[in-house]
């Protein structure tokens, strides 16, 4: 199957213990702007509305040396969740193989958008087809990216 599938409801994952000693590395979220244009119509008039947030970390310590997490959010008037994912080893784009994941423990079915080792625009064009997914038009969509 090629389809990017969301489910009816998210999965909202216990937030791991490394967040507390973690080290952030960058982030990046996904921002609807015209909020007359949102799913669920009306539901908040702010300019602006935050869908996605993404945060990766570098994990420290003996057993995580060398690995990264991933933090998700996400946020829309009719899906609501939040997962981790942890991505070690070398060859491959860590970040994006632990946004992967902690996508698939929410119980998201990626399809042709699996970011899974495939860089930082590969996550943003994920999280930009979730967000379409969602019921949001491309036009109002934008990435925010954030570093430490």
């Not at 969740?81 to 994941?101: E, K, Q």
Request: aromatic share 10%; net charge neutral; with cysteine.
């Amino acid at each position: 199957m090629n389809e990017l599938i969301i489910p009816e409801s998210l999965a909202s994952i216990t937030i791991p213990k490394w967040r507390d000693t973690a080290k952030l590395l960058e982030g990046f979220k996904v921002i609807a702007f015209n909020p007359n244009h949102t799913p669920a119509g009306d539901w908040d008039y702010s300019p602006a509305r935050e869908i996605i947030d993404v945060r990766t970390f570098v994990l420290g310590g003996k057993r995580s040396e060398g690995s990264n997490g991933v933090l998700v959010w996400i946020h829309s008037p009719t899906h609501h969740g939040h997962a981790h994912g942890r991505a070690g080893g070398c060859g491959y784009h860590r970040p994006s193989a632990a946004f992967s994941s902690a996508l698939l423990a929410m119980g998201i079915t990626l399809g042709e958008h699996e970011c899974h080792g495939r860089g930082d625009s590969a996550m943003y064009d994920t999280a930009l087809a979730i967000a379409q997914k969602l019921g949001y038009e491309q036009k109002y969509l934008h990435i925010a990216k954030f570093f430490r």
